[in-house]
């Protein structure tokens, strides 16, 4: 992993990482669920330096150069897809899994227009972006956990916003729009959504 890379996907995760301090409402707390799903970023970063200072060895017999190209462009996309939610918002979102967090608006547009959860899907990129960069056990298992972790922060903020005031408008909004990806994980018009029950 060249000096460049180590700059740009370490530069990455602490963006991530600031984000809660410069953008997220800081009403909320770092419960230990919050911990929970932002530990895979902090095990990347450490995974990423370790290797960096020569603590941990890449997988081998793998293209540096390929490898090289497609981590810099996940943590760009990442990176645009950051500032494309970020500027997407009126106001500033709670922190992960606060449980007095009452929404006061769906946001459909910019980016969630095409996924319900950008912010996720911007930090599963930055998690593929450590991965090329450096590609070892302790990368990818942080990219599977990243994936565990939101899935669940994510289908936990949809029962919340379904059983909420906003929960009618939330439920067609999820029959339009993908959870991570563009048109997978929508909800079908008579299906009852997490956290709900047929009639």
Not at 17 to 28: A, E, I, W
Not at 63 to 78: M, W
Not at 89 to 115: C, E, F, M, T
Not at 174 to 199: D, F, H, Q, S, Y
Request: glycine letters at 10%.
């Amino acid at each position: 992993m060249t000096h460049e890379m180590f700059t740009i996907v370490l530069a990455n995760l602490v963006f991530i990482g600031v984000l809660p301090f410069v953008f997220f409402r800081r009403d909320g707390s770092f419960n230990f669920r919050w911990w929970l799903t932002g530990m895979p970023f902090f095990l990347s970063a450490l995974a990423v330096i370790a290797g960096r200072y020569g603590y941990f060895a890449r997988w081998s017999g793998l293209p540096d150069d390929a490898l090289s190209t497609a981590a810099s462009l996940a943590v760009l996309g990442s990176m645009v897809m950051i500032g494309w939610t970020v500027g997407s918002h009126r106001v500033p979102l709670a922190l992960w899994h606060q449980n007095d967090d009452a929404p006061a608006s769906i946001v459909n547009w910019g980016p969630y227009k095409y996924v319900r959860h950008p912010f996720y899907v911007s930090f599963l990129v930055t998690q593929i972006g450590a991965f090329l960069a450096f590609p070892h056990i302790g990368t990818l298992g942080a990219f599977g956990y990243a994936v565990v972790a939101l899935s669940l922060t994510a289908r936990r903020e949809e029962k919340r916003l379904l059983t909420s005031k906003l929960g009618d408008e939330y439920r067609i909004y999820m029959t339009k729009t993908g959870r991570l990806v563009p048109g997978v994980g929508r909800l079908a018009a008579n299906e009852p959504g997490p956290g709900r029950v047929a009639a």
